[in-house]
């Protein structure tokens, strides 16, 4: 696991005051240090600069060491990830006659890149975002994993060309200017995060997960790889589709041992890293290092079912209680995001990287489970729901339910607010109403806090034509096939694998995701939906493939999740940390919000009138980015 960055500065379109040079590649380096500590390398020659910071994991020797250059150097190389088919693929190029000079799976990209270019990404199975300088066509090619694993930003404003892991890396580059994206604010609080390819600045974008980016001095090409398919469906007994899967995801967590540091695991108790943890304990000579996080509120606590699948794997298990470190830690644990972020479990899974470092230097993690097997509540509401609005006529769901929603929209009472919520939810078609259930502020509250001139720069756009755009282009045969590529598409790289990313490299740790293999997330979308979201029960056919290993009780108990007592924290642990933010005199958000909506928002928080935890969450989080970039 690594942090790259670099830059491509054509003669014909660089100003001298913002010329790149080793100086500078060293300074963008330095910002992405966490993500490498264990060695820097650099490489500038005619208009390409690349630098690499390396956290060692495969061939441990300065063999390794980055920009790697092809036997022939026509080639020139940084890389972030981990290529799990790697040896697979090494052997092929071997008895292809290519002559290998290290043990690592970066010079197998190098190598099938001289064999095979651009569609070499077809074949590699892995956590990956690299770029390749091709110095004889003097062009660069950069590719980012299916799923969105690692990250890629870039900066191009049609006179440079700059690349970096993370936004900060591309900052340090003196022609960089931070103009922000209006959009991408209203993105930010619609999702508590900013979609793919969009970042919070205009001209820095995210290389979307699947993709290949081309360029030349003439031109600049991106290109889709990959894409999630829901077409073809299975037509196979539960059991039999159970099997296989267990069979795939077990040869996806073999394929994600393979290391040359210690590896470990992390465990909450839930059916995800329960069953990972369960298929390592099964494929290992050694006790597996386990690591968990739990909280002094016991309805956010999973130690205890973390215990029970520690105790029955005999696994070296380790705990920490994080709920009186979250007031000395939030602003560090926040600096590590360069763009607004505002998913709260980021706290946990600081302290749970935190931990696992201690003991590992790679950890395996049950992401991706929820997202390809139905797993979140939010899918149960969306079915819910679906069924009371298939009982409402079309006519009436379209005039009468709008009327009642404004019926009870601004009553203080939480049932009238429930009922509004839900009153205007059916009123929309199943994909909006997706949209809505799940978005995290409302338009009632957005209304009421925007300021008139930054509602004039936002014009027409709203935030619900991300999800809307995904769902749309789904080719699955049903409504949860299409909401669960929307998450894969949105939610899954957006949020919980940007958050897992930080929050893993600010201790520079790896961590690795059986479930999140593409070959089984391919066969997930082929499993009927029925499988999956089984007469309520969310995961179903994952607890049947789990049903050998796991316990009824971890099975099929309620899902808990990396959740925190928010609500709590904004009353008593953070609430000073966050007046003093979110009313400051200079505050980031004065640019576009009316302060005196947002007081009013905070003092209902605190008398326990309302609960909004989740906005004023996302406001606090806005500016303490604020704070760190813009102020």
Known sequence: MCGIAGFIQYASKVSPETLGTLA??????????????DAYGEFLEGPVGLCHRRLSIIDLSEAGTQPMHSSNQRFSMVFNGEIYNFLELRAEAEASGYSFRTKTDSEVILALYEQEGEACVKKLNGMFAFAIWDKEAQSLFMARDRIGKKPLYYYDDGQQFIFGSEIKAILAHPAVKKDINPEAVYDFFAYQYIPDPKTIFKNI?????????????KAQTITPYWDLSFAKTQNRSEAEIAEELLHKINESTKLRMISDVPLGAFLSGGVDSSGVVALMAKNSKQDVTTCSIGFDAKKFDETEYAKQVAHQYHTDHHELTVTENVTDNLMHIASFFDEPFADPSMVPTFFVSQ???????????????????????????????NSLRNKVPALLRRTLLPKLASLLAGRSSILFKKGHTLLNTLSQTPEYGFYLTNNFCSDLIWNKVLRPDFKTKLGNYHPSSVSLDYYKHCDGPDHLSRILYTDVKTYLPGDILVKVDRMSMANSLEVRAPLLDYKVMEFAASIP??????????????????????????LYRKKMGFSVPLADWLRKDIKGIAEDALFASNSGLSNFFD??????????HQNGS??????????????????????
């Not at 974008?205 to 001095?217: M, V």
């Open 24 to 37: 500078t590649l060293k300074s963008m380096g330095d910002k992405i240090i966490h993500r490498g500590p």
């Open 205 to 217: 974008h995210k290389l979307k997960p699947g993709h290949t980016l081309h360029l030349s001095e």
């Open 355 to 385: 931990l696992a470092k201690k003991k590992v230097t790679v950890a395996l993690a049950g992401d991706g489970g929820d997202e390809s097997f139905a797993g979140y509540q939010k899918y149960a509401i969306d079915h819910i729901e």
């Open 529 to 554: 939906s029925n499988f999956k979201f089984k007469e309520g029960e969310k995961k179903h056919i994952l607890k049947e493939a789990f049903k050998p290993l796991l316990t009824e009780e971890i």
């Open 595 to 604: 302060i005196n909506e947002l007081k009013v928002l905070w003092q209902q």
């Open 610 to 631: 309302h609960n909004l935890s989740n906005e004023l969450w996302s406001f606090l989080m806005f500016e303490l980015w604020w704070q760190r970039y813009m102020g």
